[in-house]
């Protein structure tokens, strides 16, 4: 049931389970490059310094509500 609900993570462009793949040190503004695959839907990206989206996280809540009440 969990593996459901963090595959819609995922499509929401979520990514909670990653695996570190590749770094790339560099000097200037870029810093240093990761390269991270999702255990989940295996998309490999590149992991960016930005926060957490707070809708993400605010539908993850609903969702886990909805499947609370649900069952």
């Not at 389970?17 to 000097?27: A, E, M, N, Q, Y």
Request: net charge positive; with cysteine; charged share 25%.
């Amino acid at each position: 049931m969990l593996e459901k609900l963090l595959i819609v993570c995922c499509y929401f462009d979520y990514h909670p389970k990653i695996r570190l793949v590749d770094v790339k040190i560099g000097f200037g503004p870029s810093g240093k490059i990761e390269k991270v695959e999702c255990k989940i839907c295996k998309k490999v990206y590149i992991r960016d310094k930005k926060g957490i989206n707070l809708t993400i996280v605010l539908l993850v809540i609903l969702l886990l509500v909805l499947v609370m009440l649900l069952f």
